[in-house]
Each structure stands twice: as C-alpha cells, then as structure tokens.
C-alpha cells in the first residue's frame, strides 16, 4: 500500500496495491499494521458505514462536536469527490481544506482524522461510498458547516445544482461553527 501526504498535516491517501489477472482482482482494503507503520497513526474503527447515492448528492460538511470521528472513506462504485476541513483552531491550517477524488477504478482512500468537518459529492451516476469510523454515530454532537461556505471556498466540481439534505442546508458559516480547540 502506497500512502501519500498531503497539504494538512495527519491528512492521507492511500492507494492499495491491486493485484489482477483475467479472473479479476484482489486487494488488501486496510491494514492496520502497514497503516501504523506508514502514518504513525493507529485508530481503532468502530463502525462501518456504507451509503448509495445519485449525481451532484453533496453530503456535508459534517462533523462531532464531542465524540469525534476519525474517518477512512473511500468508493466501491462510481465517482466521488471527498473534502476534509480543518476545524482545529490550533492547527496551523485552521480553516484550510483538501481533496481527494475517489474511483471505482482507482481504489483510493482518504484518511481525515478527528477534529475535521467532511463531506463528499458524487461526480458520476451514481456511487457507493464506505467509510469507516473511530467513533459511533452521536446525533446530540452532529454538527454541519455549509457546503457552500464562501470564507472556504471549496471547488467541488459540480456540473449542476447540489442536491441536499434539510440538514445540509441548514448548516452554518463557518465563523459560526463550533470548532475544535
């Protein structure tokens, strides 16, 4: 597995190495040994998520206030593309965001660690999107940043109008948020 660092600090790609033949093909998806080795990082998943949905659904910019997530996403069908926020006043990219498409066909996964708001929009037809989680599912903490946020400015390369949940497009400005220490 090849892990690439990108412009946040404990923000990674992985790109799993595919081993195919004429009868299909085979890859380890996660291993935590090999992780830990290449980001010094060691989480420990709890949950399995595992979502479908059509062209230009935006999902996000969500986040756990207290009992944050940690999260390892990636696609098993169609086209993603996935943003993660920082939203650690401290860090010294506060506020700053990155991206990683996610494919069918290229098999990558995006590491966005706690203290991270994140979303994802779906390029193709449709996609199949699984992530995996540090922390359960805490509804009382959930919080959303508007996917649209202009102190932001995220490109999503959408190729039409979002399609949103009631609680997407009720999320707040991120000078409004409530962020991590």
Request: aromatic fraction near 14%.
């Amino acid at each position: 597995m090849n892990i690439f660092e990108t412009t946040i600090a404990d923000v990674f790609i992985l790109e799993p190495k595919v081993f195919g033949d004429d009868r299909g093909f085979f890859f380890e998806s996660y291993n935590e040994q090999v992780f830990a080795e290449k980001t010094g990082i060691s989480p420990k998943f709890v949950q399995d998520n595992h979502s479908m949905s059509l062209k230009n659904v935006l999902r996000g910019l969500h986040y756990q206030i207290q009992k944050p997530q940690g999260k390892l996403v990636r696609a098993t069908a169609g086209k993603v593309l996935d943003i993660a926020v920082d939203i650690r006043r401290s860090s010294a990219t506060f506020g700053k965001w990155e991206s990683c498409l996610l494919t069918a066909e290229n098999r990558r996964q995006f590491w966005i660690p706690e203290g991270f708001a994140h979303g994802f929009v779906v390029l193709s037809e449709q996609a199949e999107f699984l992530y995996k989680t540090t922390n359960y599912y805490a509804p009382e903490y959930d919080r959303t940043i508007r996917w649209d946020d202009p102190d932001l400015g995220i490109d999503w390369q959408l190729t039409g109008e979002p399609i949103l949940s009631a609680k997407d497009q009720a999320g707040k400005f991120f000078k409004e948020a409530e962020v991590f220490d």
